[in-house]
């Protein structure tokens, strides 16, 4: 077996996440991007149908113009997306690893040349030549100087913005129930449930109400 058999491709992962939840609904929101540093991190959320109105997972991608091959440079910022989209996928459906194939074969090429934040010099990354920029034999060699590889981004990334699976809404014999809040018109208190989704009144479930806690959260109501 192969280093990436392991792994599952974009296609392949979009596919099954169709097939899994064909009225399902995916976004990608940019949170930060530097086009001096050349870095990008894209936050991605999915919806497993329509009538969820949070999100079931929320992941991110890190992109780091300097560690991509020249070939992959210039689009560093479709990748990411993609990137993000494709973890968010595998973080709701579950069953594979969250990187894909295309994500692995580049990791499995990169140079160990990496930029160092320390360096006083600034670099033209789209003209330098090989040498101009100081670089290391080794994943280790570089991190005993300091500098910042891919795995210790990506490690720093998943730790301070790791995903969040949300959990799922409650339901009720009509389908996933709908979370709904507000402020009360007579008593000035906020409020929120989760309503059945059922138009006529006579058939409808009772909500599920929760309270609003000294640290601004919602909580079951009991």
Not at 42 to 52: D, G, I, L, T, Y
């Amino acid at each position: 077996m192969g280093f990436l058999d392991n792994y599952e491709g974009n296609k392949e992962r979009t596919d099954r996440w169709i097939a899994t939840y064909p009225l399902g609904r995916l976004e990608a929101h940019i949170i930060e991007f530097n086009a001096e540093k050349g870095s990008i991190l894209v936050q991605a959320k999915a919806w497993r149908n329509q009538e969820e109105s949070e999100p079931a997972g929320i992941d991110y991608a890190f992109g780091y113009l300097a560690a991509y091959n020249a070939n992959m440079k210039r689009w560093f910022v479709e990748d990411t997306v993609t990137s993000a989209l494709m973890r968010v996928m595998a973080l709701v459906m579950g069953g594979t690893e969250k990187a894909t194939k295309e994500t692995m074969q580049q990791v499995e090429t990169m140079s160990t040349k990496v930029a160092t934040a320390d360096v006083k010099e600034e670099y033209d990354y789209w003209t330098t030549k090989f040498g101009d920029v100081a670089s290391w034999n080794s994943q280790e060699a570089a991190q005993e100087a300091g500098v910042p590889t891919l795995g210790t981004a990506v490690n720093e990334i998943a730790s301070q913005l790791g995903g969040e699976l949300v959990k799922e809404a409650p339901q009720c014999p009509h389908g996933h129930m709908i979370w709904r809040e507000g402020v009360s018109a007579k008593t000035g208190k906020a409020w929120a449930n989760y309503s059945c989704t059922e138009k006529n009144k006579a058939t409808q479930c009772q909500p599920n109400w929760y309270v609003l806690t000294s640290d601004g959260t919602w909580k079951p109501q009991v």
